[in-house]
């Protein structure tokens, strides 16, 4: 079954760091590229940040820029997303999500997310 | 502000069909096609219907459908069903948005 499963969230304070990871299986996940995509309670879904297959290529919405790092494992089958400096705007569920793919070809759209991992920041 | 424009919420009953509407500019969803569908139930991840403008993912019912007229794309039900309510969010690239941008979202109300 292929299937993406986030941990790490958390309670942490204004200005703190959390590190989320992101379990892969039932897919080659090295030829995959990803995102980390979040939803802050009762409101829509915000773009965070790409990172192709190899890792060579990445990309942060401006919200997160400069305080976020993603990066990959891809011989552990894992995607994660430090986050320092946060703010209670973070405040979301986290979902990390695969890059749908045909024939070799990348389409901007996210076929496989996982169940989402939670983190509040608040004093 | 959401990227792209959505309305709130719409209704239909069993059986009907709706649609609903995704307003963009000429810098996203008018100058691409790569408008995706998301449909998501509360308290579940979010799950994929429709990419490219109008592509169907590997069971997805054809009971979705998706199409695109100039700035505005639109995901339309047909022969709506109890499950099918739900929030659903469209998405679009820009390279504005750096990858992608999402619309404000859209309640689905199956009456």
């Known amino acids: 079954e292929v299937q993406l499963v986030e941990s790490g969230g958390g309670l942490v304070q204004p200005g703190g760091s959390l590190r989320l990871s992101c379990g892969a299986s039932?897919?080659?996940?090295?030829?995959?590229?990803m995102n980390w995509v979040r939803q802050a309670p009762g409101k829509g879904l915000e773009w965070v940040s790409y990172i192709t297959s190899s890792g060579s290529t990445i990309y942060y919405a401006d919200s997160v820029k400069g305080r976020f790092t993603i990066s990959r494992a891809n011989a552990k089958n894992s995607l994660f997303l430090e986050m320092n400096s946060l703010r209670a705007e973070d405040t979301a569920v986290y979902y990390c999500?695969?890059?749908?793919?045909?024939?070799?070809?990348?389409?901007?759209?996210?076929?496989?997310w996982g169940q989402g991992t939670t983190v509040t920041v608040s004093s | 502000q959401s990227a792209l424009t959505q309305p709130r919420s719409v209704s239909g009953s069993p059986g009907q069909s709706v649609t609903i509407s995704c307003t963009g500019t000429s810098s996203d969803v008018g100058g691409y096609n790569f408008v995706s569908w998301y449909q998501q139930h509360p308290g579940k991840a979010p799950k994929l219907m429709i990419y490219?403008?109008?592509k169907r993912p590997s069971g997805v019912p054809d009971r979705f459908s998706g199409s695109k007229s100039g700035n505005t794309a639109s995901l339309t039900i047909s022969g709506l069903q109890a499950e099918d309510e739900a929030d659903y969010y469209c998405s679009s690239y820009a390279a504005s948005y750096i990858y992608v941008g999402f619309g404000g979202g859209t309640q689905l109300t199956v009456l």
């Open positions: 490219d403008v109008s």
């Open positions: 039932g897919f080659t996940f090295s030829i995959y590229e």
């Open positions: 999500a695969r890059v749908i793919q045909t024939g070799g070809f990348y389409h901007y759209a996210l076929d496989v």
